[in-house]
């Protein structure tokens, strides 16, 4: 049974930083590309960042969040991470990592199998 789960989440000033971790198991965590997606109240879930297989291909990230979060696994440990500096109230949002094994680097919601349950992030201002 293939499980992602996500820590990290919480209450953050507008301009800290915050590092979000999903954990996987029940898969070849190597074999699967991975992306973080956020999802605000009342708001479509949207991309935020994409890291290939091997994190050889260079990371895609939304145009919101380029400059200020990095994307970044380690098969070792069956993690990805979301570093999240200078933070915004408007990225406050639950954030979900997702895997998928089709594509590179995928940014689309229907191209991932697997989820995880969601980490609550709020930026106060």
């Known amino acids: 049974q293939v499980e992602l789960v996500e820590s990290g989440g919480g209450l953050v000033q507008a301009g800290g930083s915050m590092r979000l971790s999903c954990a996987a198991s029940?898969?070849?965590?190597?074999?699967?590309?991975m992306g973080w997606f956020r999802q605000a109240p009342g708001k479509e879930r949207e991309f935020v960042a994409a890291?290939?297989?091997?994190?050889?291909?260079?990371?895609y990230y939304a145009d919101s969040v380029k400059g200020r979060f990095t994307i970044s696994r380690d098969n070792a440990k069956n993690t990805v991470y979301l570093q999240m500096n200078s933070l915004k109230p408007e990225d406050t949002a639950v954030y979900y990592c997702?895997?998928?094994?089709?594509?590179?680097?995928?940014?689309?919601?229907?191209?991932?199998?697997?989820w995880g349950q969601g980490t609550q992030v709020t930026v106060s201002s």
């Open positions: 997702a895997a998928e094994r089709r594509y590179s680097i995928a940014t689309l919601t229907k191209n991932y199998d697997y």
């Open positions: 890291i290939s297989w091997s994190g050889g291909s260079t990371p």
């Open positions: 029940g898969l070849i965590f190597s074999t699967y590309s």
